[in-house]
């Protein structure tokens, strides 16, 4: 290891999640953690973008005895010298082979960080631990975790103040970001030396976590322009009326597919984003979303209300009548704008939070400019081919917001030192996100109307990169909210 690399070693008993704090400070989802006492036999090595570095140990095997011989660092001017002394002398002896691989990154010059358990009792071996740890002289904090309901936290407290410079509670299971931070600004604190790498490494870490939003953002939007421009064509060969019909089911099904399709892989790009590899985003049993995009249920929870629905519907008339006055060089006296906005709420009003039925209809792109314009994919004709989409359900965007939203809180609150694959509902995390007025339904109206504007254009194809921009400023906003809040 170099002198400007802070690096810790991660010492204490076995099974009191050691490697559930490494894998959460490294953001590594891979580190080995199990319910077996003594999973860790190996020391693993691992870094945050080489900015710091954690090496997972062994928990202790023959502390007691261990003490004994080393008992005369304190009386030495060097004491990590006792413990490369102790390593040399014990290596390949088994019954202290725990100890010399504990030992052997702390006498290279690492930072100690002692995990124990506050939910079990403190007992006469963690004494004689701890004061093995005391004898090694390097920089030392004490991080109580808990893995249970049992609370021995002020006894630990007491006791391990004695030992070591600083002592937290960490909860590895539950751990947020800010946690992690508080955690890093604790060992920047207790050695000067490591102090400006840490305060360096401290500031990247939060540019990089504003940078995630920023790119989540990003995502969010194309996933939006992507959904609100997405069609399906099917060229019919049977005029048949059942042929048809049957078609136009299979059109719908493909649609909807595709849509789901578009989601899954957003929310996937989300995920990776915070280095998650047990959370999937696809259709199989490891899905973090199980319940159906287009779920009469998702319609009636996710998205707006009734009445925000009503604003949205005006908003949206407004912009296509607007539209038309343009095509008309004004000869509307902007009344297209107008009836355009009372019709689009009326609509609204009436359609409420149902889920509007695909329409099938001819391809749009077989209709003349003005017709286009006027009848949108609700259209059904006759023809040679059948077409779904732009689907221009008022909801539509703003339950895709609600479920991009949901996967980005769900994956800023997992810790990394959890190992369950998850088959969660978003209706169910919505609700806890709903609960905390974190929702679409609780933006401002002033937000969901830029955003309604944005949806609109995109529905056309009229989004420029300003107005792109705007609703990408507006998404983000939200969801610096979301980070920061547990869901």
Not at 40 to 61: A, C, H, I, K, M
Not at 246 to 266: F, N
Not at 321 to 327: I, L, P, R, S, Y
Request: hydrophobic letters at 45%.
């Amino acid at each position: 290891m170099t002198d400007d690399t802070p690096a810790f070693a991660i010492v204490g008993a076995v099974n009191h999640g050691k490697s559930s704090v490494v894998s959460t400070l490294a953001e590594d989802d891979r580190v080995r953690v199990s319910a077996m006492p003594g999973e860790t036999v190996e020391v693993q090595r691992f870094s945050l973008r080489e900015l710091f570095v954690f090496y997972d140990t062994p928990g202790f095997q023959n502390a007691r005895e261990a003490l004994a011989e080393l008992r005369a660092a304190a009386d030495t001017p060097d004491p990590l010298q006792a413990f490369r002394d102790f390593v040399e002398r014990h290596r390949g002896d088994p019954a202290f082979d725990a100890e010399c691989r504990l030992f052997a990154p702390v006498a290279e010059g690492a930072g100690l960080i002692y995990v124990v358990d506050g939910s079990r009792p403190l007992l006469d071996i963690h004494h004689a631990e701890m004061e093995v740890l005391r004898l090694t002289g390097a920089p030392r904090l004490a991080v109580i975790n808990r893995t249970g309901d049992d609370d021995h936290v002020q006894a630990w407290k007491r006791r391990l103040g004695l030992h070591f410079n600083a002592v937290r509670e960490f909860n590895a299971q539950r751990a947020s970001f800010a946690d992690r931070i508080e955690l890093l600004e604790t060992l920047a604190g207790i050695e000067q030396r490591w102090k400006p790498g840490l305060t360096q490494a401290i500031a990247l870490l939060r540019a990089d976590w504003e940078a995630r939003l920023d790119d989540c953002a990003e995502l969010i939007v194309d996933l939006l322009a992507d959904c609100l421009a997405h069609s399906e064509t099917l060229a019919l060969q049977d005029a048949d009326a059942g042929a048809r019909a049957q078609a136009a089911e299979a059109l719908k099904r493909r649609y909807m597919d595709a849509i789901a399709a578009k989601e899954s892989r957003a929310h996937g790009k989300i995920i990776s984003l915070f280095s998650h590899h047990l959370v999937s985003a696809g259709s199989d049993a490891d899905t973090l979303f199980a319940d159906d995009l287009f779920s009469e249920e998702t319609w009636q929870l996710l998205g707006l209300k009734p009445r925000q629905l009503m604003t949205a519907g005006a908003v949206a008339g407004a912009a296509t009548g607007a539209t038309a006055d343009a095509m008309t060089v004004g000869h509307t006296l902007l009344a297209g704008t107008a009836i355009g906005a009372a019709i689009g709420a009326a609509g609204a009003y009436m359609v409420g939070k149902q889920r509007p039925d695909l329409a099938v209809g001819v391809p749009r792109e077989r209709m003349p400019g003005a017709l286009r314009m006027l009848l949108p994919e609700r259209i059904r004709l006759g023809g040679d081919a059948l077409s779904v989409g732009p689907y221009a359900a008022l909801n539509f965007p703003w339950i895709l917001l609600d479920r991009a939203i949901a996967t980005l809180a769900y994956v800023v609150d997992r810790p990394h030192a959890r190992r369950d694959r998850v088959t969660l509902q978003a209706n169910e995390l919505v609700a806890a996100l709903a609960a905390q007025k974190l929702t679409v339904a609780h933006w401002d109206d002033a937000d969901r109307k830029a955003c309604e504007r944005g949806f609109a254009a995109m529905r056309r194809d009229k989004l420029d990169a300003v107005g792109r921009a705007a609703l990408r400023g507006h998404i983000r906003r939200h969801l610096t909210q979301v980070a920061g809040v547990k869901a």
